[in-house]
């Protein structure tokens, strides 16, 4: 299909054969080619970005897909962007299946909400529409000034365990913290299944102990109001691991949005396996795997990882054979099909809830 038939270009604002795989797979559902320019870093690490076609007038969709190096990637993002805008581009829409930085979308102690940054960022390089998957918390929607499309990659894992994990009536669908339980309802309403839930928390040892940094200070400050005297919030305190919910003898399947540092799925799977579940499962929309991840994958209980390819990972998949891949280009492309085309989104979101 050419450009005129289709009226609208689609872009990879990474030229990595990895994180063009997605691109590719989005432009052969949709029948077009994908869009020539060239990302690259020069030998100072700055990035450059040229546009290698004409793209006044049109409407211009740019896949971005991010790997282990996430600032690089955001920076190649912003840079397409601005050089698609400043060459004339009608109207200029992100996809970005895994948005980075979306764990740092609370205010901490003397910290930042770098999510809402790098909101703000996108929008002022020039884009005009975003689409993503699974937002980490569905509350940064709100730290856009443009229109953001939050899609679910919930239909495709949960047709992953009805086609492809056996005897899954014998299931129970498990949320590794309390946090996490929606989620888990979710997929144990639609699969008919059961729900445990884990609460509590490895003990630490002692090199994990606080170190003081957050402690009040020994001595009272006597420059405050002397007639004031504020009531202490007493300090947390998690008690040891436990399931709240019976998993002897069956599958247990954990579902969570983002797997990246393992060590608390690997723990939780030691657990599960004590408490008698014989096989288990953990399904996440996107696959960060960092570190050691597959190694710690390989050498524990977990028997799958099945995640969506939001995000690259063959490297790990080649590391660890119990990685397996979910496809959600289909919904990709239907999701640009129907902005371009004007028409509604909400056959994307049938049947889906706010908890999904």
Known sequence: MNVAKSGYRVFSANSTPACIELAKKITERLGVELGKSVVNQEANRETRVEIKESVRGQTIFIIQTIPRDVNTAIMELLV??????????????????????????????????????????????????????????????????????????????????????????????????????????????????????????????????????????????????????????????????????DVGGRIAIIVDDIIDDVEDFVATAEILKERGAYKIYIMATHGLLSADAPRLIEESAIDEVVVTNT???????????????????????????????????????????VDD
């Open 80 to 245: 397409m962007t601005y050089a698609l805008k400043t060459s004339c581009a009608k109207n200029i829409i992100g996809v970005i299946p895994y948005f980075p930085y979306s764990k740092q979308c609370k205010m901490r102690k003397r910290g930042s909400i770098v999510c809402k940054l790098l909101a703000s960022m996108l929008a002022k390089a020039g884009l005009s529409h975003i689409i993503t998957m699974d937002l980490h918390q569905k509350e940064i929607q709100g730290f856009f000034t443009i229109p953001v499309d939050n899609l679910r990659a919930s239909p495709f894992l949960l047709q992953y365990i009805q086609e492809e994990v056996p005897d899954y009536r014998n299931a129970i669908i498990v949320a590794k913290s309390p946090s996490a339980a929606k989620r888990a309802q979710s997929y144990a309403e639609r699969l008919r299944l059961g729900l445990a839930v884990m609460h509590g928390e490895a003990q630490c040892s002692e090199s994990d102990m606080a170190d003081g940094r957050h402690s009040p200070p020994c001595v009272r400050n006597s420059s405050g109001h002397p007639g004031l005297e504020l009531p202490l919030m007493m300090a947390k305190e998690k008690p040891p691991i436990t399931v709240v919910g």
């Open 311 to 353: 995000v690259p990972h063959e490297l790990q998949k080649l590391q660890c054979p119990k990685i397996k891949t979910v496809d959600v280009s289909m919904i990709l492309a239907e999701a640009i099909r129907r902005i371009h085309n004007g028409e509604s989104m909400a056959y994307l979101f049938r049947n889906i809830t």
